[in-house]
């Protein structure tokens, strides 16, 4: 419907829209006297900054679908047999490509260390302990939560553990943990 106030030959007013997003503003003082901007606090706001990555697997996906499926995948070389708990696609020892192999669920502390402190996302689990499993017929080591244990002399060397997956899959390396076997 048109406006009977203006003529139909006027343009219609130029205005951008109003966000409702963002800061909101009630009120910012403001000095009539220009020269005393100098002296003004900073202004200082909060906001969330949220940031979304989209980022590829590539030749670990294997890795992390195995993970959500309740396997724990590594690789093994085609031509020398060294196996790999933390997949490689190429051997470090002759350079050949590996192929992907199922790691047993069981396997044994080889070392391990009790973190007091950590990244943003386990601060509030610490203490955590870390350790490097090993299993028989595998080649190198890998490294995961052990779950269960409140002290670190609750633990030791040799220790059988066994592999434990999330049940929601976060597709993080932290999908699978360990606990003692029983
Ligand atoms: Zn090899």
């Given at each position: 419907m048109k406006k009977k106030h203006r003529p139909d030959t006027a343009p219609?007013?130029?205005?951008v829209d109003e966000l409702m997003t963002g800061t909101t503003?009630?009120?910012?003082?403001?000095?009539?006297?220009?020269?005393?901007?100098k002296k003004m606090s900073?202004?200082?706001i909060k906001?969330?900054?949220?940031?979304e990555y989209v980022h590829s697997y590539g030749q670990d996906s294997p890795f992390f679908a195995g993970l959500s499926n309740g396997k724990l995948l590594g690789t093994k070389c085609r031509?020398?047999?060294?196996?790999?708990?933390?997949p490689r696609l190429s051997c470090a020892t002759c350079g050949r490509e590996t192929d992907w192999v199922e790691i047993p669920g069981e396997g044994r502390v080889h070392t391990f260390t009790t973190c007091f402190f950590g990244?943003?996302?386990?601060?509030?689990?610490?203490p955590f302990h870390l350790i490097l499993v090993e299993f028989d017929g595998v080649d190198t080591l890998?490294?995961?939560?052990?779950?269960?244990?409140?002290?670190?002399e609750e633990i030791r060397i040799g220790m059988k553990v066994t592999a434990k997956f999330r049940r929601?899959?976060?597709?993080?390396?932290?999908?699978?943990?360990f606990v003692a076997t029983e």
């Open positions: 219609p007013p130029v205005k503003v009630f009120n910012i003082p403001f000095p009539q006297d220009l020269k005393t901007l900073p202004i200082v906001h969330p900054y949220h940031v031509k020398c047999d060294y196996t790999y708990a933390t990244s943003e996302e386990f601060l509030k689990e610490t890998l490294l995961a939560r052990l779950i269960g244990p409140e002290r670190p929601n899959s976060q597709l993080k390396p932290t999908d699978v943990y």
